[in-house]
């Protein structure tokens, strides 16, 4: 009996390979690569019903590189909430991470725990209260039940400056934290307390915690080599006068630039956002202004004029280096 040689062997597996290839010519859908899609944006601005409102701080981390921190400081955030939808995030960044990477992980991790997407309020600071530390996030969360009777106050402390810069900061801050519980109404709900010096000092946390102890407390240094040591102190609290029903929440708008025009247009660009979800600009609660200089958040101040406050803290930057600040805003929905 004769085998067919090797060499014809060859050529009939090449064959059955050729007709095999021309048979299956169209790819197994399973096999096409999948693109996947982009991260939605954060909403310019989100909306929570007053009375359900809470305030939460996320604990710090000195591991890892921000894209890390900003998870787990997110899902810190979400089981402190116990289900609580989130409505709003304020995230401070110091280190050398692109705070622009912050809004796109927000949206990735509310989009993979299928949740609503909050708005993205987002600074870079100059230091925050533990070794390699990079960011600590302020949430505002909607409760599935009422969380309290009455509104809301948002309140800015005065600016407690001492003109040389190498002052000791801690009674500074001291007095700043008594200038915030002095106007407060309410019971506080958060306080945020920003330093031109380095917030690690035990002494520092004391001279907050001593006035607000059972309240979450952020502590944030907000600029390096600042020109004078300062300290200022603002604050939530739940009051029992009548307010708005629900509130927005805006994420944080940048001026590309620092001339007067340059502020007008994003004041006018915040604005129409607010407008967009149901809050005028009469019913204005509170801004807050993030200039990277204080010349630029006075004039800037100047041109933010009306009933509601307008707390101006100068930090190391904001989402753009063109930028001469970025604002965020709160406002009632009628």
């Known amino acids: 009996m004769r085998f067919p040689s090797p060499t014809l062997c060859r050529y009939a597996v090449a064959g059955l390979c050729l007709a095999a290839t021309l048979v299956g010519g169209k790819k197994n859908p399973d096999e096409i690569t999948q693109v996947l899609a982009l991260p939605k944006d954060p909403p310019a601005v989100s909306v929570g019903e007053t009375r359900k409102l ?140 920003f330093i031109t010096a380095p917030p690690g000092a035990p002494e520092l946390a004391a001279a907050v915690s001593a006035r607000f102890s059972a309240v979450p407390v952020a502590l944030v240094m907000a600029q390096r080599g600042s020109y004078q040591a300062m300290a200022k102190c603002e604050g939530v609290a739940r009051t029992s006068g009548p307010g708005p029903e629900k509130l927005a929440f805006s994420g944080t708008r940048v001026a590309f630039g620092s001339a007067e025009k340059d502020m007008a247009l994003a004041f006018q660009r915040l604005d129409r956002d607010l407008a967009e979800a149901g809050a005028a600009a009469a019913n204005l609660v509170y801004t807050n202004l993030y200039p990277i200089s204080w010349p630029v958040g006075e004039l800037a101040r100047k041109l933010r004029t009306g009933a509601a406050p307008v707390s101006v803290m100068a930090f190391e930057g904001v989402a753009s280096n063109d930028a001469g600040f970025a604002v965020d805003a709160v406002a009632g929905v009628r």
Do not use: Y
């Open 54 to 193: 809470v305030f939460h701080i996320s604990p710090l981390s000195g591991k890892g590189l921000l894209s890390q921190q900003t998870r787990e400081a997110l899902k810190a955030i979400l089981k402190l909430n116990n289900g609580a939808q989130v409505v709003h995030v304020r995230a401070f960044v110091a280190g050398s991470g692109d705070i622009r990477r912050v809004p796109q992980i927000v949206s990735e991790v509310f989009t993979e725990k299928k949740q609503p997407i909050p708005s993205v309020s987002v600074v870079l600071a100059g230091g925050l209260p533990m070794e390699n530390a990079q960011v600590l996030i302020e949430s505002v969360s909607m409760a599935k039940k009422e969380a309290g009777t009455g509104g809301l106050e948002f309140v800015a402390g005065d600016d407690v400056v001492d003109k040389d810069p190498s002052a000791a900061v801690a009674p500074l801050l001291k007095r700043a934290s008594d200038s915030l519980a002095s106007k407060m109404k309410g019971a506080p709900l958060r306080v945020s307390c």
